[in-house]
């Protein structure tokens, strides 16, 4: 709320793709933060879902489909993922206010039960650890096995999780190929983790 | 090679390692006054960085202090706080100070100190900061570029003989051999079998086993160790044992001597983590000699 000091008029987005899917910024997340908001004593100039707010194009031509509504507003209050948020924030200048801290990509483990598997790092080292990555999965990154906080097969850091390379150990060993273990994985090379990147396909 | 532990591991002399955290400020009085007590019975005292994640003084500095004081340390290096220019940095630094000795770790989780807001590095690991000690050794960074002035390092590594599953951290423990950790010093060692198991099965490594002995005062610092302490682990024996004690603390120092006792055929040395209580060191020390 303290993001919406200083104005009554809020324009809402949501996004109908992994926001709609994490219920952060769905059909049903709007409406409640309409809801909030009214409560607050805020005045909602509109809302939107687009079909994914990281589209910089379409964001920005869907918000001109709403200009009237988007020009009435102080805010806009966005419920997406940081790159949704961004696509808002290139397609207007109006204020943008971030409703969601965005977590981590996920996988889906099932309906509402997300889990990080991949850190998106430019530099995989699947095809050595069983399929199993631990520069995400292991909560300390290390490349080269357990530290030494394991217990049990649990992580140092959360006894609750499973230590990566307990599961990497034992993958490769059902598959007999443990022996990969043994050969020393290089440090990371952060080269290729460029920041901010930026790819353009070959047409 | 001016490192004494090495000539003593080399020797095959039992050798007897203690540990001293730097300061939490900027008075050194209390670290040099328990390094200068610890060393009167042991060969060299392991200078702790930033234990536990809670913030202390460089142990570059506070290891440095030790030699001027004509002290072996051996000073603790964590992947946890540094990238691998300052890793390098630091262990250039360490070398222009007189320091021989370091051990390699990666380093507790952040989460469990007194910074838990802050970020941790982890770009090496224990292994590549053993690798990278290795190259430094033969004047190299570990880009390969040449230094001017190559270190003489005698690096170690940490390795658990009790933890489960032990065949998961088993490839870790060749390749800190293989990257040139030349001794072990081990966690708490309660059960001296496990211990006679893991120094057969690393023998093929070539690396020395300085095994950890922990002397605890009390059943509820030993609960309050495997609350807190990642990586160590009291069995509930010793436990029970120092809740039914007349005097635990002595009771404590009696457990320890007795592991010591017990490891001394196995192994190369060992390490005794008086956990702050270092008056017991000498006491410890005592039986061995």
């Known amino acids: 709320m303290a993001a919406l000091e200083g104005g009554d008029h809020v324009f809402i987005i949501g996004c109908a793709k992994c926001a709609t899917v994490c219920k952060s910024g769905g059909e049903e997340e709007v409406f409640r933060m309409q809801e909030a908001l009214a409560a607050a004593g805020k005045d909602v100039t509109g809302t939107i879902v687009i079909d994914e707010t990281c589209h910089m194009l379409r964001t920005g031509r869907d918000l001109r489909s709403r200009r009237e509504q988007v020009e009435e507003a102080d805010f806009l209050l966005v419920l997406s993922c940081g790159a949704g948020i961004q696509s808002v924030a290139e397609a207007t200048e109006k204020k943008v206010v971030a409703g969601t801290d965005s977590k981590f990509l996920g996988n889906i483990r099932r309906f509402g039960q997300f889990e990080q598997r991949c850190s998106l790092c430019g530099d995989c080292r699947l095809n050595d650890t069983g399929g199993v990555c631990p520069v995400t999965v292991c909560a300390k990154g290390l490349l080269n096995g357990p530290c030494g906080g394991m217990e049990d097969g649990a992580c140092e850091v959360d006894q609750n999780s499973r230590c990566a390379w307990v599961t990497i150990y034992e993958r490769l060993e059902r598959q007999q190929r443990a022996e990969r273990l043994d050969e020393i994985t290089p440090a990371r090379d952060f080269a290729h983790k460029r920041h901010p990147n930026s790819l353009v396909l070959e047409k | 090679m001016s490192s004494n532990l090495a000539r003593k591991l080399a020797a095959s002399e039992f050798v007897i390692t203690a540990e001293v955290a730097p300061p939490k400020g900027s008075d050194t009085s209390g670290l040099l006054k328990t390094a200068s007590f610890l060393a009167t019975y042991v060969d060299a005292i392991n200078v702790t960085d930033n234990q536990g994640a809670n913030m202390r003084m460089t142990p570059l500095v506070a290891a440095g202090l030790l030699v001027r004081e004509g002290i072996e340390p051996i000073m603790q290096l964590t992947c946890r706080d540094r990238n691998r220019l300052a890793l390098q940095s630091d262990l250039l630094g360490a070398a222009a100070l007189g320091i021989h000795n370091i051990l390699a770790l990666s380093g507790d989780d952040?989460?469990?100190?007194?910074?838990?807001?802050?970020?941790?590095?982890?770009?090496?690991?224990?292994?590549?900061?053993?690798?990278?000690?290795?190259a430094m050794n033969r004047g190299l960074d570990m880009n390969g570029a040449p230094l001017s002035g190559a270190t003489s390092f005698f690096a170690g590594a940490a390795a658990a003989p009790e933890v489960e599953p032990f065949a998961v951290t088993r490839p870790k423990l060749s390749k800190k051999g293989a990257a040139g950790a030349r001794f072990f010093q081990t966690q708490a060692v309660f059960n001296p079998e496990r211990l006679a198991f893991f120094c057969e099965n690393v023998q093929p490594l070539d690396v020395k086993v300085i095994a950890g002995i922990l002397v605890l005062k009390s059943a509820r610092m030993a609960e309050f160790i495997n609350r807190a302490i990642p990586g160590l682990k009291v069995p509930e024996t010793v436990v029970e044992r120092l809740k039914s004690a007349v005097d635990p603390a002595a009771e404590g120092v009696r457990i320890a001597a007795e592991t010591a006792v017990k490891c001394r055929t196995m192994c190369a040395g060992v390490h005794i983590m008086a956990m702050g209580c270092d008056e017991v060191v000498p006491q410890v020390v005592a039986v061995l000699k």
């Not at chain 2, 100190?113 to 900061?129: A, E, N, T």
């Open chain 2, 110 to 134: 952040i989460g469990c100190g007194d910074h838990r807001q802050g970020r941790s590095v982890f770009d090496l690991d224990s292994v590549l900061l053993l690798q990278t000690i290795n």
